[in-house]
């Protein structure tokens, strides 16, 4: 079992920069996938970017292509995600997950899950 701790969120003005980071406890860190995924108020949980074990492999959404850079340091067992020119509709709960398979994008394909950050962007 991963737990995942998120931190790093709050309150920033919409072009303003925010950095997440997720800690991670549990054996099996190195070797998982990291993804992070974002929840809108009153929308589904929708996918924000992964991460592949090495670092090596990383995979975007559209809507943040070019603004969020996702990051990992096995080291530290931390995932990141720089966010820059953040906008108001990046405005969600952010968690953190961790799966054992490719980069996958859909909720299901991650086991463990932090309880999120809050990120709210004013316009």
């Known amino acids: 079992q991963v737990r995942l701790v998120e931190s790093g969120g709050g309150l920033v003005q919409a072009g303003g920069s925010l950095r997440l980071s997720c800690v991670a406890s549990?054996?099996?860190?190195?070797?998982?996938?990291k993804g992070w995924f974002r929840q809108p108020p009153g929308k589904d949980r929708e996918f924000v970017a992964a991460?592949?074990?090495?670092?090596?492999?990383?995979d975007y959404a559209d809507s943040v292509k070019g603004r969020f850079t996702i990051s990992r340091d096995n080291a530290e067992n931390t995932v990141s995600l720089q966010m820059n020119s953040l906008k108001p509709e990046d405005t969600a709960i952010y968690f953190c997950?961790?799966?054992?398979?490719?980069?996958?994008?859909?909720?299901?394909?991650?086991?463990?899950w932090g309880q999120g950050t809050q990120v709210t962007v004013s316009s």
């Open positions: 549990g054996r099996t860190f190195s070797t998982a996938t």
């Open positions: 991460i592949s074990w090495t670092g090596g492999r990383t």
């Open positions: 997950a961790a799966g054992t398979a490719g980069l996958g994008r859909m909720p299901a394909e991650y086991a463990n």
